[in-house]
C-alpha cells in the first residue's frame, strides 16, 4: 500500500490539499507532531473540502511513534537529495508498504532522520531558481508516479455515471 507521511506539517491549506489527494488515489495518509494547526481548522477543511470524512489517516506523538508502527520501505523527500524521485521501483506495494516521507514547509525532514538512510534520500529534479516545490505539490507528483509504475491500480481511468459525475461518453454526447 501507498503513504504519505508529512513530518510536522505546518501550513493547514497544504495539509488540506494533501487529504485531498490522499482520497483522489487511495491513499493512507499519516501526520507526526507537532501539527501546527488543529485538525479541525476552517483552513484545513476549506483545502480539503468535503472529502475528509473520506480519508484513512492517523496522527503519531512523534517520528519515533511512527517507524514503531509502520513497517515498510521509506522514502525520504529533500531537496538534499541526490537521486531524482523517479529513479526508484514502486510497482510492488503489496510487497512492502511503501511511505513517502515530506518534511515541514520550514525547514524539512531533520538531518539525523535523512542520515539514517542516505540510500532513499531523493529530490524531484527542478531549476536552481527555486529552494524547493510546495509540498502538496510534491506529494501530487510523486504519488502519482508510484500510481503510474502501479499501472493506477485502484484508480477509475473514465468518469463514472452518477448523479455528480456525468460519465465515460460524456465528451462524445451531443
Do not use: W
Request: proline letters at 5%.
Amino acid at each position: 500500500m501507498n503513504h504519505i507521511v508529512l513530518f510536522e506539517p505546518e501550513i493547514p491549506q497544504n495539509t488540506g490539499n494533501i487529504m485531498r489527494t490522499c482520497v483522489a488515489t487511495g491513499t493512507k495518509l499519516h501526520l507526526i507532531k507537532p501539527l501546527g494547526f488543529s485538525l479541525d481548522d476552517a483552513h484545513l477543511k476549506r483545502a480539503g473540502v468535503n472529502y475528509i470524512d473520506r480519508l484513512e489517516y492517523q496522527v503519531y506523538e512523534n517520528f519515533d511513534d511512527f517507524v514503531s508502527k509502520n513497517p515498510g520501505v521509506y522514502y525520504y523527500f529533500t531537496r538534499y537529495g541526490k537521486k531524482p524521485h523517479s529513479s526508484f521501483d514502486y510497482s510492488n506495494p503489496s510487497k512492502d508498504n511503501l511511505y513517502f516521507i515530506f518534511g515541514k514547509e520550514s525547514t524539512g525532514i531533520p538531518k539525523e532522520v535523512l542520515k539514517r538512510d542516505l540510500e532513499h534520500c531523493m529530490r524531484i529534479p527542478m531549476t536552481d531558481g527555486v529552494r524547493a516545490l510546495n509540498v502538496s505539490n510534491s506529494v501530487a507528483i510523486v504519488i502519482y508516479e508510484a500510481l503510474r509504475q502501479q499501472n493506477y491500480e485502484g484508480l477509475l481511468l473514465t468518469e463514472p455515471s452518477t448523479a455528480q459525475h456525468k460519465g465515460a461518453d460524456y465528451l462524445e454526447r451531443e
